[in-house]
């Protein structure tokens, strides 16, 4: 009797989640329309390759919830800080003469990894986060961060397009940590 | 477990539905009886506890779409109902009732089940409007039937069993 009770018991959380798998999916396909429209409007339908990775990081974050889904939700904000960072930031090298010339562009992935990284601290420290939730909550803020800053990697090679993102994510779990930390050495 | 409150189960669901993992097991202990003692009630021993486990498994599978702040308790009966009235058809449908189908409404449990059962209508009732609560209220003869005309109480009742449905999650015949 006692197997079964823990049989059932066990049924019922496997229902939970997969459950809660299908409305999460269900809900980040929601999201997928005005993110996707607006990366088609910014960047041309080369940004909608890279819609089934911000799906699945949605996905992820409705799954999960609670501070996950609280991350993912700011880190959208520092996806959206990638929109607005000029190519003439993250490729420095093309522009002027070069251009000009006809001659084809550099690609520099180091200044995209700092361009992310100084967007991902900035926002990071912007946050509150509290020391028992600080790894769900940047882990949320790095996938929603993501879901974002992909959209803006399709105008971007691969090597610099992996280096904004890293940075990014980077940048968000370092000035978490640090804030965390901080924190705990304040009320110890 | 099952002596939770019903504003205790309201919280509970509430954090499950958010995603805290932890109200699982408190809730589980929670509507598990509940369950069973409604199915126990309504189609007797063989049944009960796979219809209730069944039940379960829809309310849990659901869970994530509750909507927090509203109660429970309705939400929760109107998909265990559903799936005693999918489990009566299937019985008529193989066989002839027999003598044991027949449960007694007046033994203790059933009269409990009954009870809960009419207090999540009254949350239920709670959660609409004054004109489709008055409407429900009308229509199950607690209270006199407002002087409107026919076609108009009928349309109140209509608005306020879409309303009813919706706030029990469109579990009615699904």
């Not at chain 1, 609280?70 to 930031?89: E, H, K, N």
């Not at chain 1, 992935?109 to 991902?120: D, E, F, I, R, Y």
């Not at chain 1, 929603?144 to 959209?151: H, P, T, Y």
């Not at chain 2, 009732?97 to 089940?113: F, M, R, T």
Request: glycine content about 10%; aromatic content about 6%.
């Amino acid at each position: 009797m006692e197997a079964d009770t823990s049989i059932h018991y066990e049924r019922a959380r496997r229902a939970y989640e997969w459950g809660r798998l299908e409305t999460s999916a269900r809900r980040a396909a929601m999201l997928l329309v005005p993110i996707g429209g607006l990366g088609w409007l910014l960047w041309g339908a080369g940004a909608l390759v890279w819609l089934p990775l911000t799906l699945a990081a949605w996905t992820i974050a409705y799954w999960r919830g609670e501070a996950v889904l609280r991350g993912a939700w700011l880190g959208l904000l520092a996806g959206g800080a990638t929109f607005v960072l000029p190519m003439s930031l993250l490729r420095p090298c093309c522009v002027g003469r070069v251009v000009e010339a006809g001659a084809s562009c550099c690609t520099m992935p180091g200044m995209c990894l700092g361009a992310g990284a100084a967007v991902g601290l900035v926002l990071a420290t912007l946050v509150p986060v509290s020391r028992t939730s600080w790894p769900k909550v940047a882990g949320g803020m790095a996938l929603g961060a993501a879901s974002l800053a992909m959209l803006r990697c399709s105008s971007l090679f691969a090597g610099e397009a992996l280096g904004l993102v890293g940075g990014l994510l980077a940048g968000l779990c370092a000035a978490s940590a640090a804030k965390a930390l901080l924190r705990r050495d304040a009320t110890a | 477990m099952e002596t939770l409150r019903e504003a205790d189960l309201d919280a509970l669901m509430a954090r499950l539905a958010n995603g805290d993992r932890t109200a699982f097991e408190a809730l589980y202990g929670a509507l598990q009886p509940r369950a069973l003692r409604l199915a126990r009630a309504r189609l007797g021993e063989d049944l009960a506890p796979d219809v209730a486990q069944a039940a379960l498994l829809k309310v849990f599978a659901r869970a994530s779409e509750f909507v927090p702040g509203r109660p429970c308790l309705p939400w929760f009966y109107a998909v265990v109902a559903n799936e005693i009235r999918g489990a009566r058809r299937r019985v008529r449908a193989t066989r002839e009732p027999k003598d044991e189908d027949w449960v007694d409404v007046n033994d203790g449990e059933s009269q409990l089940a009954a009870r809960e059962l009419e207090r999540a209508l009254e949350l239920a009732l709670d959660s609409l409007d004054e004109t489709s609560a008055n409407a429900v209220a009308a229509m199950l003869g607690r209270v006199p039937r407002p002087t409107v005309r026919a076609e108009t109480f009928r349309k109140r009742l209509s608005r306020a069993y879409g309303k009813l449905r919706l706030l029990l999650g469109e579990h009615d015949g699904s």
